[in-house]
């Protein structure tokens, strides 16, 4: 396997990844999760908030035991760790959980109870992007399940791209995928799906800002309904 140097700088892991955006834009998403597994070995991993597992198991068939990375808030929904436990349990990938650094009630004694109703930007930072950033240390890529078709946000992912906050390489695999992709491959694989899924949730998060979607709603209109919030910061 010929992975990438580890001594290559920031400037040239930048260039790697726009070039491989644009090189592998067509390309298929196991040839994308094969570059990846190919260039950094096990400095990859893929990041999964159990909404399903269809990264992870196209991962795992191009590199079984790939460590998938899960963050847990402390808010989840107990069908997410449910899934993530099924996961855990039943496909070859390394199931590696996150925690912040503080728990939901140190974080209430230190902000007061329901932060995420009164400041959610801080509450997804202390709570989300701050343990993943702990946790892709060891890390020089990862990659996501997102998808452009999810939002008006998204819909310029790239198929492998530059995280500059992170200084690292971001593979989002499935980018190009639709909907009817993503429930294609899991009818076919038998993919783990949240079971929420089949109760009205087009996308889940954390239980306390997630919400049902109705007729004609895009699927992330029921995260943070009723806010001008679409992302938790971890992707933008």
Not at 17 to 39: F, H, K, M
Not at 190 to 202: F, H, K
């Amino acid at each position: 396997m010929t992975t990438v140097q580890e001594a290559a700088t920031e400037d040239e892991l930048k260039a790697l990844a726009e070039q491989a955006g644009r090189d592998l834009e067509d390309a298929p998403a196991l040839e994308i999760l094969r570059w990846a597994v190919e260039t950094f070995g096990e400095r990859f991993c893929v990041t999964s908030s159990m909404e399903d597992a269809v990264v992870a198991h196209l991962a795992s068939r191009v590199r079984p035991g790939v460590d998938v990375v899960f963050l847990d808030t402390g808010y989840h929904f107990p069908e997410t760790i449910g899934t993530r436990d099924a996961v855990e349990a039943v496909m070859d990938v390394e199931v590696i959980t996150l925690t912040p650094r503080q728990t939901v009630a140190e974080q209430d004694a230190e902000h007061g109870p329901k932060l995420h109703d009164r400041d959610p930007d801080l509450c997804c930072a202390l709570r989300k992007v701050r343990p993943l950033e702990d946790g892709l240390t060891g890390y020089r890529a990862w990659a996501t399940g997102l998808r452009r078709d999810e939002s008006p946000t998204r819909a310029n992912t790239p198929v492998v791209g530059w995280d500059a906050r992170r200084r690292k390489v971001k593979v989002s695999p499935i980018a190009r995928w639709t909907q009817d992709d993503v429930d294609a491959y899991v009818a076919e694989h038998g993919v783990l799906t949240n079971p929420l899924l089949m109760d009205g949730y087009a996308s889940v998060g954390c239980a306390p800002c997630t919400r049902r979607v109705v007729a004609g709603e895009d699927a992330r209109a029921g995260r943070w309904a009723g806010r001008a919030k679409t992302e938790c910061g971890l992707h933008g």
